[in-house]
């Protein structure tokens, strides 16, 4: 059922009806516009009611709620399908909840999950941030859906399993509790006005975990908060190739966002062209600070995608929608 419809049939008074659409639309832009952003920060209880209210008001073929079901990977082949904003992954392993190096954050979400070449990525990573970057360890926030494929809630991207959100609070010195890991809020290391980074929070160790993670090879892009951009523009010095690497996005002010390069085995997985050369510290970043970005004026999302909308390979990685048969378009590759 569209939100539409099902405001319509269950609604008493067109008065509240309309106050309903513009909250529902409302929060939905924050999603969106958030990437994740503020979604990520929630608890395990706000999560599990963002999810009841987006099904709510979602069609049973959205290719989010065919996803956001299905909680084991699809044991086949490994194959990163599609793009990272609509796409699907089969062959999905799963980060460890504890390494020497890191702890996975929000476990109920289930959203662990990645591709065996993004997994292993993030742990050597880990392991290498103590003595290059002062950085005692990640706090891994979410990765992708046992299946990728679209998100209930947050996320435009993180859909075939190459993308992984990464916290800027350091990895305390002990083991949290699952409860912690579903509770504990992250660091915000921008200030409030959006206009920098926060004194009080932002460190120089986060500048050496980001230049770190941009240097790999790997990584195709790192997306994080003007803000945090600003201050990396401000304290790099003349070696600064990899800048280019760390992209300006909304949100992005509590965690940052590593997209691996697709592998090169990965015949299905549409390649993203490279950013642009240079680090980025000019007048686009400028644009970033704007009333148009700090404040934009609220329009309503794009439609989510149906399951139709995604590669034809990725129907075989999901159930048919509640009532219907599996509708797949020619044959499955
Ligand atoms: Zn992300």
């Known amino acids: 059922m569209t939100a539409t419809k099902?405001?319509?049939?269950?609604?008493?008074?067109?008065?509240?009806?309309s106050v309903r659409h513009a909250a529902f639309w409302a929060f939905a832009l924050a999603i969106w516009l958030g990437c994740g952003g503020a979604s990520a920060q929630d608890t395990a209880g706000q999560e599990a009611a963002r999810r009841a209210m987006v099904l709510a008001h979602s069609p049973s073929d959205a290719a989010k709620v065919l996803f956001g079901r299905?909680?084991?990977?699809?044991a086949a082949q490994v194959q990163a399908i599609g793009a990272y904003e609509r796409g699907c992954l089969s062959g999905a392993v799963a980060l460890p909840a504890d390494g020497p190096n890191w702890q996975v954050m929000r476990p109920s979400r289930n959203r662990a999950w990645g591709h065996p070449v993004l997994i292993a990525f993030v742990e050597r990573l880990a392991q290498r941030l103590p003595a290059e970057a002062g950085w005692p360890g990640l706090l891994v926030g979410d990765i992708a859906q046992p299946r990728g494929g679209p998100m209930l809630t947050g996320h435009g991207s993180h859909q075939i399993?190459?993308?992984?959100?990464?916290?800027?609070?350091?990895?305390?010195?002990?083991?949290?509790?699952?409860?912690?890991?579903?509770?504990?809020?992250?660091t915000d290391v921008v200030a409030a006005d959006g206009m920098d980074v926060d004194p009080a929070t932002w460190t120089p160790q986060h500048r050496r975990l980001l230049e770190a993670a941009a240097r790999e090879p790997m990584v195709a892009r790192i997306f994080v908060n003007a803000a945090i951009k600003?201050?990396?523009?401000?304290?790099?010095?003349?070696?600064?190739?990899?800048?280019?690497?760390?992209?300006?996005?909304?949100?992005?002010?509590y965690h940052f966002h590593i997209r691996l390069s697709c592998p090169s085995g990965d015949a299905e997985c549409h390649r993203q062209a490279p950013p642009p050369p240079g680090d980025g510290c000019g007048r686009e970043l400028d644009w970033w600070f704007t009333e148009e970005v700090l404040h934009p004026p609220p329009s309503p999302p794009a439609k989510p995608l149906r399951?139709?909308?995604?590669?034809?390979?990725c129907a075989s990685l999901v159930g048919a929608p509640a009532g219907q048969a599996l509708q797949v378009r020619g044959s499955v590759q």
């Open 307 to 313: 399951l139709a909308d995604l590669p034809r390979a």
């Open 161 to 186: 399993g190459l993308d992984a959100d990464i916290w800027l609070t350091p990895m305390p010195n002990r083991r949290l509790s699952p409860a912690e890991r579903d509770e504990i809020a992250a």
């Open 6 to 17: 099902s405001m319509a049939a269950s609604g008493t008074s067109g008065w509240r009806n």
């Open 70 to 74: 299905e909680v084991t990977p699809k």
């Open 230 to 253: 600003r201050a990396l523009c401000r304290e790099t010095g003349p070696d600064r190739a990899w800048m280019s690497k760390i992209r300006p996005w909304w949100g992005h002010n």
